[in-house]
Structures are given as structure tokens and as C-alpha cells.
């Protein structure tokens, strides 16, 4: 295994359901898995809609990227995956609360027929190290 690559888990995130990492870590980037909005305390897709399970994205993907010594603010690239392009802007709005820096991170948003435990969104990302 190359010493450079490291995984990272954190309890404060939901554990992987399947054969995957929460993230990992090569070098100065870290590569973090899809987070879906469950919430880890509990283990159960959190209830409302849209804005409430961004908004457990947004928590979860934040407890990933610390315990990797990164932050939503050194986020260089997301995707987001959607069940409903009609969510987009209430996905924008909680989104740029969170990404609020001078310099936002590239995007994708893709519409998908399905996502896990038929959550409404889903989002990866890659980072890079430090606090910011």
C-alpha cells in the first residue's frame, strides 16, 4: 500500500454502508465519499425535506473533511447529486451558506433516478489539507 495514502473515518460522519472509505487522504488531497443525510447519532435519514437533509450533507461532509485535517473552506471541487432538479435553488441557498469564501469550489449537480435509502441528495468532494 502506498505510505502517502491514508483513511480517514470519523464517528461523527455516518459509517460507509458499503465497501468504501468515508475518505481518503493521498498527499495534500483528500477524496471523500458521497454523504448522504443520516444523521450518526442515530443512524436514520433525517426527517423533513429538501433544505433539512442539505443541510445533514453539509454537517456530515464537514465532520469527514475535519477529522482529515480539512475544511469546507479548502473544498476544490464538489458533486452534488439530486433526486429533483426542481430543488436546486433551495439546494443553492443552504449550499452557499456553507461555501461562503472568496473563492467557491467548481460544481457539478447531477439529477439521478435513485440514491440511497432514498435520501434526495447526495454529495462528494475533493480537498485539499488545512484549516481554513
Do not use: C, W
Not at 11 to 31: D, H, L, M, R, T
Not at 67 to 82: C, D, E, P, W
Amino acid at each position: 500500500m502506498d505510505e502517502q495514502m491514508e483513511k480517514i473515518a470519523t464517528e461523527k460522519a455516518p459509517g460507509a454502508i458499503g465497501p468504501y472509505s468515508q475518505a481518503v487522504a493521498y498527499g495534500n488531497f483528500v477524496f471523500a465519499s458521497g454523504q448522504i443525510p443520516i444523521d450518526p447519532k442515530t443512524g436514520m435519514v433525517v426527517e423533513g425535506g429538501i433544505a433539512e437533509q442539505a443541510e445533514q450533507v453539509m454537517r456530515n461532509m464537514e465532520a469527514v473533511l475535519a477529522s482529515a485535517g480539512s475544511g469546507l473552506g479548502r473544498v476544490v471541487k464538489s458533486t452534488v447529486f439530486i433526486r429533483n432538479m426542481q430543488d436546486f435553488v433551495a439546494i443553492n441557498k443552504i449550499y452557499a451558506g456553507h461555501f461562503n469564501g472568496a473563492i467557491l469550489p467548481a460544481r457539478s449537480v447531477v439529477e439521478v433516478s435513485a440514491l440511497p435509502k432514498g435520501v434526495l441528495i447526495e454529495m462528494e468532494v475533493i480537498a485539499v489539507r488545512g484549516e481554513k
